[in-house]
């Protein structure tokens, strides 16, 4: 009976995050609705990457290649062949999964620091091939797409992702798509086995679990939902550029992760939430916003190890996912 | 038919020969010790049967089959399940969690992981493994609060609910309380019921008491083999613990 309480609690807790988010939309001001679209959308990302470092234990500094790979994938074909932006989107994701187990085959073979860097490696080789494909991607100046490129039918119904309220709930979408695969694979047979690959792989191997696949699953999953998140952020906010392929984009997602809560469901969006208006409203008031910043993490690291979610459920919460 | 049997096994680190041309052969059901002073090869021997450490030469049979060349979690889904020496659960998970990464590893042994799992079945299994080795009542407790004894405890329950054909059990009592120890044997007696029990071991109490068999090591090579007995009257045996 224990099993089924810690269930009916898991599953209330997020779908009660689902509704609130879905009534956010009714009562925030124009400005805070496109932020928190965003945000939803980076979230995912941060998810995906959860995946990956949360819950498998493989530090990666190259994620902003399967990011960008969603993004360059949805965008360039929706900007010069006028593909439909929903088979944009299939074909950015699965740009990013396929780019997520070419990486796999090959920096699975490392572990720990040498796997941050041959991941980072193969990023920074796609930065550079953003930047060298200058006259595809226009580089750091980047691509927009058109506002026609953006207005679809589908299923008859009629969208239009400049508009801020579907925006907002394709955003919405995207990140309760993510929540669930995420929540869904954590709680799986699957999802134990990545958790024990973290806690021990050696152990995990001898338990008879041939640990090299699991971890490539858990990549290629991470890559797929990371891309996903990409493209949508292009289809959404209309925008691609080199610096979404950069290296920050490879970090921003670590400090989401760390700040929410590493192997945490809900940490990464609590960390994506936070550091985004940590920065927006710093950066309102001062020029040197970064120190503010960085002395907000180092205060966080101190008195929140886990992060916000993380030290929550050891706290309190142990059944959180 | 022989059950497990190695041919010529030997492993070298660097100069250092490990185990050197070991021919050991196990038959279903026994409980086979093996003993041998510190540096003897004994945890070198098991590894090469598990397949944690790879041969240098020679081969190794298992139910008829070659299996020199599998991965160690081949040799897991063929019924060889080894219990680390220095204990090795996963100490930021429940106990139920522990031992249900081995029961729905049993359950799938011929099938795709991904495949629906019955859940209520991995529960009762869990239970019934912990129950064996008296941790029933504390599955949702973390396994690295537990007190040693009962780690080690946890270790085997999760070795058996792999359900293996063949237990390697690397120095188990290393550690526990006379009564720990008492209990102990008493529950490996009835795991060998329906398993073979390789058991390292240098208590010589719980080698007396348990093994149908003992195989003595020496410097990676087997000094000696037979009975509890055979092997207390060998003078080989008491040289190569005593000294000359």
């Known amino acids: 009976m224990r099993l089924r309480l810690a269930d009916r609690r898991i599953w209330g807790l997020h779908l009660g995050l689902i509704a609130v988010l879905f009534l956010l939309q009714f009562v925030l001001p124009d400005y805070h609705h496109t932020n928190v679209a965003r945000i939803l959308v980076l979230a995912t ?31 360039l074909s929706i900007y010069y062949f006028d593909l439909h932006p929903v088979l944009g989107f299939l074909l950015g994701s699965a740009a990013a999964l396929v780019f997520a187990i070419a990486v796999g085959l090959i920096a699975l073979r490392t572990t720990g620091v040498a796997f941050m860097i041959v991941t ?17 991607t226009r580089g750091d100046e980047g691509l927009v797409l058109a506002p026609e490129a953006r207005r679809f039918a589908f299923f008859g119904l009629d969208f239009d992702l ?5 925006r907002y709930n394709m955003a919405l979408a995207l990140f309760v798509g993510g929540l669930i695969v995420c929540l869904m694979l954590v709680r799986s047979p699957v999802g134990r086995v990545m958790v024990a690959i973290r806690e021990n792989e050696e152990r995990t191997r001898m338990l008879g679990y041939n640990a090299r696949d699991y971890k490539l699953l858990a990549l290629s999953l991470s890559g797929l939902l990371s891309g996903a998140a990409g493209a949508a952020y292009v289809l959404l906010f209309a925008y691609m550029g080199s610096t979404f392929a950069g290296i920050q984009y490879s970090i921003l997602p670590l400090l989401w992760v760390l700040l929410g809560g590493v192997g945490t469901v809900v940490g990464p969006l609590i960390g994506t939430l936070l550091m ?3 920065i927006d409203k710093t950066s309102e008031v001062m020029s040197s916003y970064l120190i503010v910043v960085g002395a907000v993490l180092v205060l966080l690291v101190l008195f929140f190890p886990k992060g916000i979610a993380g030290t929550l459920r050891a ?4 059944w959180m996912p | 038919m022989t059950f497990l049997a190695t041919s010529a096994l030997s492993r070298s680190f660097g100069g250092l020969a490990a185990v050197a041309n070991v021919d050991l052969a196990l038959v279903p059901g026994e409980i086979r010790a093996i003993i041998g002073p510190n540096g003897a090869g004994k945890t070198t021997l098991v590894s090469l049967i598990s397949g944690r450490v790879p041969p240098s030469s020679g081969s190794i ?9 599998l991965k160690p979690w081949e040799r897991v889904l063929r019924g060889i399940v080894y219990t680390f020496q220095i204990t090795s659960v996963f100490r930021n998970l429940t106990l139920g969690e522990n031992v249900a990464l081995s029961v729905q590893r049993a359950l799938t042994r011929d099938r795709p992981i991904w495949r629906h799992i019955d ?19 504390r599955a949702d407790e973390v396994a690295g609060e537990l007190a040693y004894g009962h780690q080690r405890l946890l270790e085997v329950a999760m070795g058996l609910a792999l359900k293996p054909k063949l237990l390697i059990l690397d120095e188990p009592t290393q550690g526990l309380s006379e009564q720990e120890i008492a209990d102990f044997c008493a529950l490996v007696r009835i795991i060998s019921l329906d398993a073979t029990i390789l058991l390292i071991e240098h208590n010589m109490d719980v080698v007396m008491a348990l093994a149908d068999r003992i195989t003595v090591m020496n410097n990676g090579t087997l000094l000696a083999e037979g009975t509890p007995d055979e092997i207390m009257a060998n003078a080989e045996v008491q040289c190569a613990y005593l000294g000359n």
Do not use: C, W
């Open chain 1, 120 to 136: 980072m490696m193969f990023a920074q080789a796609f930065y550079l091939a953003t930047l060298y494909f200058n006259s595809i």
């Open chain 1, 276 to 278: 985004f208006y940590l």
């Open chain 1, 315 to 318: 706290r309190y919460a142990r």
């Open chain 1, 45 to 75: 990302y941060a998810m995906g990457y959860n995946l990956l470092v949360g819950y498998t234990g493989l530090l990666s500094l190259g994620h902003a290649m399967f990011f960008a790979a969603g993004l360059y994938g949805a965008g």
């Open chain 1, 162 to 166: 400049a508009e801020p309220v579907t």
């Open chain 2, 119 to 137: 859940s209520d079945l991995v529960a009762e299994e869990v239970k019934a493994a912990l129950d064996r080795v008296g941790l029933g009542l």
């Open chain 2, 61 to 69: 049979v298992f139910e008829g089959d070659d299996i020199t060349d």
